[in-house]
């Protein structure tokens, strides 16, 4: 045995010795012999104690809405490419956008203008009715019992699995929409974290999310000590944004009528897509993707926020996505060749985005055409009366002069948007039983909600208000109430 440890030294040695690293011409990134990395890399066993497991969630359903299913699916292609073992990956997404009608390429969905298929062997995990806030909140806490439908499949962890959850749709302040009702509000879910923290179940978790108005669900809400960080597209007040839209720069194929993605969720996930996560840590990405989403600080762009443990964020993607074996060679540097578009689009607009251009693109007298003028004018009809009901129920409330600056009065950084949850529950279905669905749109007037609340309005008072201001229930589909309250 003596004599082979010399020889074995000047082996490693030698290798050693070719392993200088040498600048790309680009200087987009820094270049590795493959063969000495993978000599020097400790397995996944050796480097990722315990397992990862991660909850992929799309809250949305609807045509005009693709862009939160093609986030998600591309979130699921980017964690198998990194070794996320699909048993432990659990996909929530209605699908309705593969094989909607609407779709120009059947079965294929994208997240990008020339990006490849990301929908191809998203395994259906929980789909249509079955992404529920309940079943959301059972796989997280591993609970099969309190499961209704779906494929059973929970986070079954333990002490020393490390846990990432990404959620997209449309939020508004303390909210988060779910293609089912009623929504996801932030005091269940902070209540939801706290117990998985109790359980002993994880060494740590992240969390990616995606909606307007996202760091209102953890601003105040979530402590330290869980060993949670959090990342939101934006802060407690302000929209998040769709990207690849028609009419931006780049934009989707003249086929498509739809956002592609969304800004926040596209800054990560093409970031992840391209380099060695071994070498790329949380705060990296962080950073990155808040630069790109913030589109240079103009109107098309939003504030990324974290959240909860902050210093979880020195920790390596590879601990909770793992690594494209591909990009072994491309370690992180500090700037975005990804460059944001030259604009994007409102959230809260990408409907109206996707009617106004199937308007457009239809031939003149057909029934499309048709179809496209009536669903905008349907949105915009249910628009204007959310916002002029809940403005007069302001002034009902509060008198014509303060009722406004009531409604939308922001607490200081900080403060949670509410101190009562079930107050501001009772008084969405208070406002929507008199005047109809909030529906996507309407989760933005949260605030005026939850400040009607924090300025001691009794239910009663609330019912006055409401029946006053919508004295004729609305007919319109958004304002429906046949799927119940969103509260």
Request: with cysteine; glycine share 8%; hydrophobic share 35%.
């Amino acid at each position: 045995m003596t004599p082979i440890v010399p020889g074995l030294i000047l082996l490693l040695l030698s290798v050693a010795g070719v392993a200088v690293g040498r600048r790309d011409p680009t200087g987009s990134a820094i270049r590795l012999p493959s063969e000495a990395s993978r000599f020097f890399r400790p397995s996944d066993d050796e480097e990722a104690v315990g397992t990862r497991w991660a909850v992929l969630i799309a809250g949305s359903s609807g045509y005009w809405n693709y862009r939160h299913q093609s986030d998600v699916c591309h979130a699921y292609q980017l964690l198998r490419k990194g070794g996320v073992k699909e048993e432990n990956i659990i996909v929530f997404m209605y699908d309705d956008i593969a094989f909607n009608e609407e779709n120009p390429r059947p079965g294929v969905i994208i997240n990008s203008p020339h990006g490849d298929d990301v929908y191809k062997g998203v395994p259906k995990d929980y789909t249509g009715d079955d992404v529920t806030v309940n079943n959301f909140f059972a796989v997280i806490l591993g609970n099969k019992t309190a499961l209704t439908g779906g494929s059973g499949k929970v986070v079954d962890s333990g002490p020393n699995d490390h846990i990432f959850i990404y959620y997209t749709d449309h939020g508004g302040p303390g909210v988060l929409g779910m293609p089912t009702l009623p929504y996801l509000y932030a005091n269940d879910l902070i209540d939801v974290l706290k117990k998985k923290h109790a359980s002993g179940t994880y060494e740590s978790l992240v969390f990616y999310l995606e909606a307007c108005e996202s760091g209102s669900i953890f601003e105040g809400l979530l402590p330290k000590g869980l060993n949670i960080y959090a990342t939101t597209a934006s802060n407690a007040e302000e929209s998040s944004w769709g990207t690849y839209c028609p009419g931006e720069y780049p934009s989707p194929p003249p086929e498509y009528e739809t956002c592609l993605g969304d800004l926040y969720s596209v800054a990560w996930m093409e970031d992840s897509d391209i380099h060695n996560l071994r070498t790329e840590t949380l705060h990296q990405q962080y950073e990155l993707v808040k630069r790109r989403t913030a589109n240079g600080n103009s109107a098309f762009g939003s504030h990324v926020m974290q959240y909860g443990d902050v210093p979880l964020s020195k920790e390596n993607l590879f601990l909770y996505m793992g690594t494209n074996p591909a990009n072994d060679n491309y370690t992180f540097v500090d700037e975005n060749s990804l460059r944001p578009p030259s604009k994007a689009v409102n959230q809260r607009d990408a409907d109206l985005v996707h009617f106004w251009d199937k308007y457009r693109k239809a031939p003149e007298g057909s029934i499309r055409k048709v179809e496209a003028q009536k669903q905008f004018v349907e949105a915009m009809s249910h628009r204007m009366h959310i916002d002029r009901s809940m403005k007069l129920i302001g002034k009902l409330l509060f008198g014509i002069e303060s009722g406004p600056e009531v409604l939308k009065t922001v607490r200081p950084t900080g403060q949670p948007l509410v101190d009562d949850w079930d107050c501001l529950k009772k008084m969405v279905r208070t406002f929507e039983t008199h005047c109809g669905s909030l529906s996507q749109y309407g989760m933005k007037h949260m605030r005026s909600l939850a400040n009607i609340c924090n300025a001691g309005i009794q239910v009663e008072q609330m019912n006055e208000a409401s029946a006053q201001a919508c004295a004729v229930f609305p007919s319109g589909p958004w304002s429906s109430l046949h799927r119940g309250f969103t509260a």
